[in-house]
């Protein structure tokens, strides 16, 4: 089976960096997405990986390390619209499906 | 569609009815994925679809739940019997894989169900 877990809050201020960490243990493994999901919105794909090692895409980077089931999603610069929460998943590599963990609210502040 | 679409947005039913939710995938995607998610909780899976065929079932929460996928494109969720623990969103999600660039799911924006 899966399992995933992620920091239920975190608070950060404008401008500042961020750090949201994701472990997981995991039966067969195909990836790891991150997602972000504003209140009362679809969840939108942020990030993939699937090899070891840091994917920079503008203000957000995500890194995985698959021997110690472990990843982060790194966001610079923050922005008040980047207050949402933000959801770690793993595909199984059997099924395909993605498993979700129960995401981190992430609050910016001025 | 640009997008995947799901129908209706919100939905409040009397307890014991039987509902039916829709999604359209984006055209060409192949796999069409049925999650739920209740107040402050993550995405629960529900089923997958494979073309017409739905290979993993495994997450649907009761006998009352069923799902079908007509002509590799839309999708229907069926819960008959309404319960009140059934008051969740439900969100559909399709994905590609081109070229070996993962394009990861794109998700409709779900239906809220609300179940009284």
């Known amino acids: 089976g899966q399992n995933i877990d992620q920091p239920t809050e975190m608070t950060a201020t404008e401008g500042a960096i961020v750090q949201i960490n994701c472990t997981y243990q995991t039966s067969g493994f195909n990836g790891l997405f991150w997602y972000q999901q504003h209140a009362g919105e679809a969840p939108t794909f942020l990030s993939y990986n699937v090899l070891d090692g840091l994917e920079e895409k503008g203000r957000f980077s995500s890194f995985l390390s698959r021997s110690k089931g472990y990843s982060y999603l790194l966001l610079k610069e923050l922005q008040m619209k980047d207050s949402a929460s933000y959801l770690c998943?793993?595909?199984?590599?059997?099924?395909?499906?993605?498993?979700f963990g129960t995401g981190t609210r992430l609050q910016v502040f001025p | 569609g640009a997008g995947v679409s799901q129908s209706p947005s919100n939905k409040v039913t009397e307890k014991g009815k039987d509902v039916e939710l829709r999604c359209d995938p984006i055209s060409g995607h192949t796999a069409l994925y049925w999650y739920r998610q209740s107040l402050g909780q993550g995405l629960e899976f529900l089923i997958y679809f494979q073309g017409n065929s739905a290979p993993d079932k495994s997450g649907l929460p009761s006998d009352r739940f069923s799902a079908e996928r007509t002509g590799g494109s839309v999708s229907t969720l069926t819960i008959q019997r309404t319960q009140q623990e059934d008051s969740a969103v439900y969100l559909c999600?399709?994905?590609?894989?081109?070229?070996?660039?993962?394009?990861?799911?794109?998700f409709g924006s779900g239906t809220r169900l609300t179940v009284v």
């Open positions: 998943a793993v595909r199984d590599l059997v099924t395909d499906k993605l498993i």
């Open positions: 999600a399709s994905s590609l894989v081109m070229d070996n660039q993962e394009y990861g799911y794109t």
